[in-house]
T-cell receptor, first 110, second 115 residues
Framework: QKEVEQNSGPLSVPEGAIASLNCTYS??????FFWYRQYSGKSPELIMS????GDKEDGRFTAQLNKASQYVSLLIRDSQPSDSATYLCAPRDRDDKIIFGKGTRLHILP | KAGVTQTPRYLIKTRGQQVTLSCSPI?????VSWYQQTPGQGLQFLFE???????NKGNFPGRFSGRQFSNSRSEMNVSTLELGDSALYLC??????????????FGPGTRLTVT
């Protein structure tokens, strides 16, 4: 059973600080990795994709991938109250299926 | 460019009935995937269609089926509904960027309640 593990949270971060969200996955054959943000009652929204080891930055978001450690993370700089949501880690496995973690609830404290 | 659209947005059905949900992908996207989201199990993959062919399938019973039409629109059907089928059903469409490196964009979902 392929697994994606995320801390369910809630992770509370002061406004303006860096939020760090972590994810581990079990399938070593995973090649692409996605982070989705989901607000309560809404559908998931793609915020980052990463395919190679290292860092990828997009605005306030940085995704980090370490395939050897089977670890992917998302950093959110200058956190805003509007960043409060559930963040879903989603690797695409060797069978080309996207497997979603159950998400980390992030709460930005004003 | 219009996003992924799903109809209906809300649905209430009775146990034993069947239901059909519809999804129209983003223009130009040829891959459509379906997911079930519940509070307990999270987001679970149902199946994926590409160019009218099912190219991948999750671990759901045969009561769950789908199809894709030549215009890339997709439908999923659930027969003999059970209470446990109550969930948010999400459709996602994809544009292939590179082999195995394509991104999915979700529609707003259909909230199904089975009573």
């Amino acid at each position: 059973q392929k697994e994606v593990e995320q801390n369910s949270g809630p992770l509370s971060v002061p406004e303006g600080a860096i939020a760090s969200l972590n994810c581990t996955y079990s399938d070593r054959g995973s090649q692409s990795f996605f982070w989705y943000r989901q607000y309560s009652g809404k559908s998931p929204e793609l915020i980052m994709s990463i395919y190679s080891n290292g860092d990828k930055e997009d605005g306030r978001f940085t995704a980090q991938l370490n395939k050897a450690s089977q670890y992917v993370s998302l950093l959110i700089r200058d956190s805003q109250p509007s960043d409060s949501a559930t963040y879903l880690c989603a690797p695409r496995d060797r069978d080309d299926k996207i497997i979603f973690g159950k998400g980390t609830r992030l709460h930005i404290l004003p | 460019k219009a996003g992924v659209t799903q109809t209906p947005r809300y649905l209430i059905k009775t146990r034993g009935q069947q239901v059909t949900l519809s999804c129209s992908p983003i223009s130009g996207h040829r891959s459509v995937s379906w997911y079930q989201q519940t509070p307990g199990q999270g987001l679970q993959f149902l199946f994926e269609y590409f160019s009218e062919t099912q190219r991948n399938k999750g671990n759901f019973p045969g009561r769950f089926s789908g199809r894709q039409f030549s215009n890339s629109r997709s439908e999923m059907n659930v027969s003999t509904l059970e209470l446990g089928d109550s969930a948010l059903y999400l459709c996602a469409s994809s544009l292939l960027l590179a082999p195995k490196h394509y991104e999915q964009y979700f529609g707003p979902g259909t909230r199904l309640t089975v009573t």
